[in-house]
């Protein structure tokens, strides 16, 4: 329904008759729309945490960079859904509710970093749940990029690989240092084909202040 009417197409009395139930049915289950979408959210997050899940032997920064692939794979596997339902999301989702699955996105992310710390590849002095939670809004922002249309795939891959090389270079013990430099000139080129490669885009265009 989501992919076939975008953010709007989300309809209680549409989704009882596809299910073939009672219209109080889904209100009894979910509670409103709000529910469903938030239902849909968590499907999403359970996903991509089995994915991550699978490569849980790597080494804590290249497991770090391979969760936010496996977040990207999840979101533009199929794109016509991924950015109806995030805009939904944004638009009519439970805003009590959705904070709950981020923070399970933070949290993840904070264990690797807190790993990679133990490991000696950031700074002690580094908070790895306030990196972590930039890590995130970071995505966020980009992802809602993509959901718009002003990044391709490749694209929303690049800018989120590039943002957390950028954070992890900036947190990066002294015995680390060059390896996160390499890293981050690395992605910095990934990001600066990929932009080429789409072509200018709106936000390109964007007065500045």
Known sequence: MIRKGGPGGLAMRELAREAGVGLVTPYNLFGGKGGVLHALLVESVDDTERRIGKLSTLAPV?????????????ETEDPEYGRALLRALWEQGDLQLTPQVWGRCIDGMTEVLRRAKAAGDLAASVREDLL???QFFDYMIALEAWSNGLLSAEGLRAQCRYGLALALAAAASESSREAHREA???CQRALSAALDAQGPKPLEHASTL
């Open 132 to 134: 972590a939670r930039q």
């Open 62 to 74: 290249e497991l770090a960079f391979a969760m936010v692939d496996c977040a990207v794979d999840h």
């Open 184 to 186: 981050l000139l690395t």
